[in-house]
């Protein structure tokens, strides 16, 4: 199977051959000045404390990312909606789960999920260890309790087997708890290096062509760094943002604040090429309009045509090199 883990020390040594291999070129007077408004991407997202990143339990979450068993239906897994043929989501404006039912919300990527701090749109969950036992119990989602799920996994030897390697210590593995911690295992290592823009903040000046730096220059100059900053370009924070005829409250229904009426998780950009349709309600299909939109809603402004252009190069400057991961043979 090709390796989805990629250590720290291998990516270092990557990056510094990558920095040492770069076109010794002239840099712009201020293009520094830019890329330190950036961060590149790490080779992992933190791990928690006392949290193993093990082959076994990365190996067992990837089995339950793919396993529709633990859904009432049978047909529905954590894959369906975060299909890694669709950059691990769906393509769909809202998600389709139990019974054909349309969920309130677009799907959110997986990829480079381990970085944020808060899960879901309306920021839920504060870790993906909580994000992952969500969608099994959603009756709009998969629609099963986890007493359930755990009891149809305990039917399979290899299951009970894998649980068992993967948690050697614990007497009673196959337990609710440890599908979370595998899910969540397997989720941290489905990052996306070495996009072009990755390899220009490394020091590959030629990785991104003109427009795309013109367009990372007007992302800077606009302002939209303030919110789509740090290493997958989110700052876990949540913003108002009301979309044309959505009536979608954000995190206000999960804090009662009247201060988060309508304020949703900034979304990462990494990828975001790839991860339409766009914003909490897949409501809008295409770059051009999703950034004409942000601009009017969260900085005041309409690009002409050229800054749009720009923007979106850049945009799409942000597809890394997707994970290598082998469907696996469930039992």
Request: aromatic share 8%.
């Amino acid at each position: 199977m090709p390796s989805i883990l990629q250590s720290p020390l291998t990516a270092t040594v990557a990056a510094l051959a990558l920095f040492v291999a770069a076109p010794a070129i002239s840099e712009d007077s201020d293009i520094l000045s830019y890329v330190d408004m950036f961060d590149p991407l790490p080779a992992m997202p933190p791990i928690p404390e006392g949290t193993t990143m093990s082959r076994e339990r990365i190996d067992l979450g990837r089995m339950l990312f793919f396993e529709p068993r633990i859904s009432a239906s049978g047909v529905i897994s954590c894959a369906t909606c975060h299909n890694p043929a669709l950059g691990w989501t769906d393509r769909i404006p809202r998600a389709v789960g139990h019974g054909g039912q349309v969920g309130e919300r677009n799907t959110p990527t997986v990829l480079n999920s381990g970085w944020l701090e808060a899960q879901f749109w309306d920021g839920r969950e504060p870790d993906l260890e909580g994000q992952a036992l969500g969608p099994i119990q959603a009756d709009i989602e998969m629609n099963l309790t986890l007493e359930e799920a755990v009891a149809r996994l305990n039917e399979f030897e290899v299951y009970r087997n894998a649980f068992m390697a993967a948690f050697p210590d614990d007497p009673d593995p196959v337990n609710a708890p440890n599908v979370a911690l595998s899910i969540a295992a397997f989720e941290r290592t489905l990052n996306t290096p070495n996009s072009p823009f990755q390899r220009f903040l490394l020091g590959d000046r030629m990785a991104m062509d003109d427009q795309q730096v013109r367009g990372m220059r007007s992302f800077v100059d606009s302002g939209c760094v303030a919110c789509h900053n740090g290493p997958i370009l989110s700052d876990s924070q949540f913003h108002r943002f009301e979309l044309p005829g959505s009536r979608d409250e954000g995190r206000y229904l999960v804090t009662g604040d009247e201060r988060d009426r309508f304020a949703f998780r900034t979304p990462t950009l990494l990828n975001v090429a790839v991860t339409y349709p766009y914003f909490n309600n897949g409501s809008v299909d295409n770059l051009h309009d999703a950034v004409q939109l942000m601009g009017q809603q969260m900085l005041g402004q309409d690009f002409d045509d050229n800054e749009l252009d720009d923007l979106v190069a850049f945009l799409h400057a942000l597809t890394g090199e997707m994970p290598e991961v082998e469907i696996p043979a469930l039992p």
